[in-house]
């Protein structure tokens, strides 16, 4: 299991009861088409489970904040010295 397992479990558990959200900007990515298909076999997955409709943008948005909740200890503990990304 991966080191941000949790992260991703409790993304994906807020995700199922998920409220409306803020009003946001649009941005365009390049996906293989492989990523493609492996994120709408995830949204549907996850669609089926909840019984509400999550799609792809709303798998990558998920991504991006883990992503960015997960980054900023790390850059800031690099910004003070405290060496790498792995300081746990």
């Known amino acids: ?9 409790e993304k994906i558990n807020a995700r199922l009861t998920m ?10 990515l390049h996906l293989t088409e492989d990523t ?6 995830m949204a549907a997955e996850i669609s089926k489970i909840s ?13 991006i904040y883990i992503f960015l909740d997960e980054s900023e200890p ?7 010295g405290k060496g790498g990304p792995v300081d746990e």
Do not use: F, H, W
């Open 1 to 9: 299991m991966s080191k941000y397992a949790n992260a991703y479990q």
């Open 19 to 28: 409220e409306a959200t803020a009003p946001r900007k649009q941005i365009m």
């Open 36 to 41: 493609i298909a492996r994120l709408t076999r």
């Open 51 to 63: 019984g509400t409709r999550v799609t792809r943008n709303t798998m990558i948005e998920d991504a």
């Open 74 to 80: 790390i850059l800031t503990g690099l910004r003070q």
